[in-house]
């Protein structure tokens, strides 16, 4: 089955610079890509999400960059505000009718 | 109000207690789903339910027992739990089964004494 890695665990960066998550998937079948974002006492919400057509998605601050060939996906923030402070999720799916994979999860602190 | 709403938020319970967590949407969504949320472990899919139906069950103990009366309410019947059942249950839906995106709610935060 599908397996998906994401680092850093934890990651610390003083607002306004850039923050960048990392994951990596095994199974050359996944072609949807969403993040989820976790604020303490809440549960994940989408905040972006990918399809293997694209190879980048942006929204405002975020922006998610895929590389199916290597098999990676990665999260960008700029501009970090201590309001983006929370832990971040990737997952995988092979697409309609699958499930979706989560990596460990990312706890994202911006500094004021 | 919120798409996802799981009650109660909070729950503690001695292993021979039996207790029941509750999901609605109002989404109109016909898949729902139980998560499990451990510390430090990526969400474990427990169960799947799709047109009311239950099609996926990831190995999970029978002291979980899902219920689905209808596709809008998701229930989550527990029983003789275990200290390591202790954790943050997440009950999501989608469109359709492994249709995506899923939307969450917000978690019953389990405690097993």
């Known amino acids: 089955g599908e397996n998906v890695e994401q680092h850093p665990s934890t990651l610390s960066v003083q607002e306004g610079d850039s923050a960048v998550i990392k994951c990596t998937y095994s199974?050359?079948?996944?072609?949807?890509f969403p993040w989820y974002k976790q604020e303490l006492g809440k549960g994940p919400q989408l905040i972006i999400d990918?399809?293997?057509?694209?190879g980048e998605k942006k929204d405002q601050r975020i922006a998610v960059t895929l590389n199916k060939t290597a098999k990676h996906f990665s999260l960008h923030i700029t501009e970090t505000q201590p309001e983006d402070s929370a832990v971040y999720f990737c997952?995988?799916?092979?697409?309609?009718?699958?499930?979706?994979?989560f990596g460990g999860g990312t706890r994202l602190m911006v500094k004021p | 109000e919120t798409g996802v709403t799981q009650t109660p938020r909070h729950l503690v319970m001695g292993m021979t207690n039996k207790k029941s967590l509750k999901c609605e949407q109002h989404?109109?969504?016909?898949?729902m789903y139980w998560y499990k949320q451990s510390a430090k472990k990526p969400l474990e899919l427990m169960f799947v339910?799709?047109?009311?139906?239950?099609?996926e069950n990831n190995s999970v103990p029978s002291r979980f027992s899902p219920e689905c009366p209808n596709s809008s309410h998701l229930f989550l019947h527990l029983h003789t739990l275990q200290p390591e059942d202790s954790a943050l249950y997440l009950c999501?839906?989608?469109?359709?089964?492994?249709?995506?995106?899923?939307?969450f709610g917000d978690g019953t935060r389990l405690s097993i004494l």
């Open positions: 999501a839906s989608s469109q359709d089964r492994g249709y995506q995106p899923q939307h």
């Open positions: 199974d050359s079948a996944s072609n949807y």
């Open positions: 990918i399809r293997s057509n694209v």
């Open positions: 997952a995988a799916s092979p697409g309609a009718g699958n499930m979706l994979t």
């Open positions: 989404l109109g969504h016909n898949a």
């Open positions: 339910y799709n047109f009311k139906e239950q099609t």
